[in-house]
């Protein structure tokens, strides 16, 4: 089987917390995954998410709070509503949309969090390499 | 500028830079003066060939430009300055990269760089209904461009691309046409092209091109501007084999409407009419869309402050540089349009439709600049006979 890539856009909140003490405990994640943190999901936009396929990724998952426990307000919503949109953008390119999924997390489950990843991990590993393979910009500004 | 002399010496020749004669009609003229920006062809064109030293002010400004090309119009020197911002483009991003501020984070660019993937095999065609008729294969095609994928991606501003390519169907359908339409047809690569990603546009060009030769397509027909000059002066460039046709949906239905072939109901309307800068300064069509809408009775046609060859840009193109001047621009367009007293303002681009569409929402505004904005398309579409 092929190796995939796969980026995890997480949460400096609870989906990092989980992501931190599962480290902490030792747990084992997934050797294709790479995680980028950032503030809130809230800042994610459709054109970061499209980046990262456009680069090569196989599959991206977002890592949320629950909507209630976004520390800024309208977070998670924005990331509902941006992986709704590039999920449709996935799937006119062929690329697909379950290479894109999005997942919500309170600050204790770093077993969930490990189980998401490696199950996601294998569902991108029996669907292949994406298709649009990297075409790199020459310089990525 | 690290560049060898000799390339920019080609881009100054090839572009005419040495007939300026300094006489500031192109800045004078040029939208982003107008909108306040300190900003002049004149200057960025004296520099780059008496000071290149100064490589921060050229390479901004060769990123900033709209491309609109209203500069090239009142230019009384021939000075073709959008041909010389496109080769100073490609020429900046082949030495430092893709450096141009894009809108959306370059959201657009990003998927049509993922379309030059061969691989790809897309499900563009979801929106067909069953009672547009299209063909599995044939000779003409028409081009949706990137509607689908517009539809999607500014659904927040409830812009409506896609009635663009369904209305497009429906008045071919009236005319007696079933087109081909292609699942794999990829971007046409205008705003790669604009942006300096040469390699890329070409990719496309390429793609698009085995995608009409594999289905046996000959002509090829499409509302969208953009589309049209880059399949009809670029794509002949990129892939010289090339012998495809290509007809602006609006020609064909101007010559149809001339010809009686087809009519139009009343629409007891006052409108408003922005020429696209891709269609109109580009392409040289200011009167094929202006016929059209006279062909429609009842609709009345009140032109704004500036229109035809002096028409104000929607505020950006090819989605690499809206700021604050751009919202300027769009602003002063919408309240030309609301001067006129029409209460429907009529494009015939899908981008001055996102454009003018997006600026109107503006919550500081209040509201206070929206007015409906329909394609031409969707206009003639409704009331055909
Ligand atoms: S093309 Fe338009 S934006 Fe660019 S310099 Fe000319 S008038 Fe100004
Ligand atoms: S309008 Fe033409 S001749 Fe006049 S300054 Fe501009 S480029 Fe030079």
Redesign the pocket.
């Known amino acids: 089987m092929s190796p995939v890539n796969l980026l995890g856009i997480a949460c400096n909140w609870s989906p990092y917390c989980c992501y931190n003490a599962a480290g902490q405990a030792g747990l084992e994640l997934p050797p294709s995954f790479r995680l980028m943190r950032v503030m809130c999901i809230g800042r994610i936009n459709q054109a970061l998410i499209l980046r990262a396929f456009e680069h090569g990724a196989d599959g991206v998952i977002v890592l949320e709070c629950e909507d209630a426990d976004c520390r800024y307000g309208p977070g998670p919503e924005v990331g509902h509503n941006n992986v709704a949109r590039v999920r449709k953008l996935l799937r006119f390119l062929g690329i697909g949309q379950e290479r894109l999924v999005e997942k919500t997390f309170l600050a204790d489950q770093k077993e969930e969090l490990v189980r998401v990843l490696w199950d996601f991990h294998r569902r991108i590993e029996a669907l292949g390499p994406n298709p649009a393979k990297a075409r790199q910009e020459r310089v990525a500004s | 500028m690290k560049q060898t002399s000799e390339r920019i010496r080609r881009i100054i020749e090839d572009s005419s830079l040495h ?9 004078a003229s040029c939208p982003r003066l107008v909108a306040g920006r300190q900003y002049s ?2 200057l960025v ?1 004296q520099k780059l060939m008496f000071h290149p030293e100064d490589a921060a002010y050229i390479n901004n400004a060769v990123w900033e430009c709209l491309t609109c090309g209203i ?1 090239e119009e ?4 021939g ?1 073709q ?1 959008c041909r010389f911002i496109l080769e100073m483009r490609e020429a900046l991003a082949e030495e430092q990269g893709l450096l141009g501020y894009r809108a959306h984070d370059g959201a657009l660019h990003s998927w049509m760089r993922i379309m030059t993937a061969p691989e790809l095999s897309q499900n563009r065609l979801e929106w067909l209904t069953p009672d547009l008729k299209v063909a599995q294969r044939g000779e003409v095609a028409f081009f949706t461009g990137c509607s689908p994928y517009f539809d999607v991606f500014f659904n927040n501003i409830q812009v409506d691309t896609l009635s663009l390519a369904r209305d497009s169907i429906r008045l071919l359908n009236r005319l007696g046409r079933e087109p081909v339409l292609l699942g794999n047809e990829r971007c046409c690569g205008h705003d790669l092209l604009w942006t300096g990603d040469r390699e890329n546009f070409e990719t496309l060009c390429r793609l698009n091109y085995q995608e009409f030769r594999d289905h046996g397509v000959k002509e090829v027909i499409t509302s969208c501007p953009e589309c049209y000059l880059v399949l009809s002066q670029y794509l002949p460039k990129a892939v010289p084999e090339s012998r495809l046709k290509v007809t602006l949906l609006i020609d064909l239905l101007a010559a149809e409407a001339q010809a009686g072939r087809i009519t139009f109901k009343p629409l007891e309307r006052r409108a408003t009419y922005q020429d696209p800068c891709r269609l109109g300064r580009m392409a040289g069509r200011y009167e094929e869309p202006r016929g059209l809408m006279a062909k429609v009775p009842g609709l009345e046609l009140k032109e704004m402050e500036f229109s035809r060859q002096g028409a104000l840009c929607c505020g950006n193109s090819s989605f690499v540089n809206c700021d604050a001047f751009s919202k300027r621009i769009q602003v002063e367009r919408l309240r030309q349009a609301q001067a006129t007293g029409a209460d429907l303002l009529v494009t015939a681009c899908p981008k001055c439709l996102i454009h003018t569409t997006c600026a109107m929402r503006d919550p500081v505004k209040g509201g206070s600049l929206a007015m409906e904005v329909r394609g031409l398309v969707n206009i003639l579409a409704d009331q055909m006979e």
């Open positions: 007939l300026c004669l300094e006489c500031g009609k192109c800045s062809p004149r064109a500069c009142r230019c009384p020197s000075v300055f």
